[in-house]
């Protein structure tokens, strides 16, 4: 019944394992996601920049434009005072369009900016898919290793119970129902280890007398005790058999 307790705990711990994995694999995705998303990002700014340097440099041609159409208009005026307007709006579109033009210039720096933003972004996501990549391959390979344990130890715990007298199986999985990985309760100290009540003297006694093969259960928590410390393992880990490979 203690080796029934042992294989149960370790299906229980592999199958914790196992269920955790999913989360994992979400996990390494998110971070992906991150790196995506800041892809994106720079290249909607590197788009807004361009834009911005287009609207500009529109600017710039229809400034150049009015001063032009000014300077064609100057040639047909009649009065003086009507010239020098005109020469005023000339100087004043060109000087708007010579404004216009630094702003272009500037625009360029920051569309440069962008360009090499979006660029180390775009590299940085590409090593983040590879390490990612890499990772999930390992967290699949585990999870198959794991999951072949698991099997492994399910079936073990099969033959195991089937060893057993089908009453004590019985009675075994009727309280591993309520207590999972702890059905078996050791006897230390005159305690039940499990739920600290005291244990009868005389309870102990029989326990401990290697001819008594009768069942005794702990009154408080129904658990079935042993007294002896547990045998250590003779067959090995099942977990540990497959660790050469992690
Ligand atoms: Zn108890």
Redesign the pocket.
Known sequence: MLELQRLDQISAALRTELEGMPKKLREADAKLIGDRAAVASAKEALTQALTQRKKLELDVEQWKERAKKYRAQSSSVKTNEAYKALQQEIGNAEAEASTAEDRVLEQMMAVEDAERRLKRLETELKESEKTIAAEKRQIEAQFAEKKKNWENATAERKATGKKLPPDLLELYERIAKKHPGTAM?QVKEGQ?R??G?RVLPHTIQLLESDTDEEIFR?E??G?IFYSLEPIPHSTPNPSASGAANG
Request: contains cysteine; proline residues 0%.
């Open positions: 309760a039940c499990a739920c009540v702990c408080s928590c658990r």
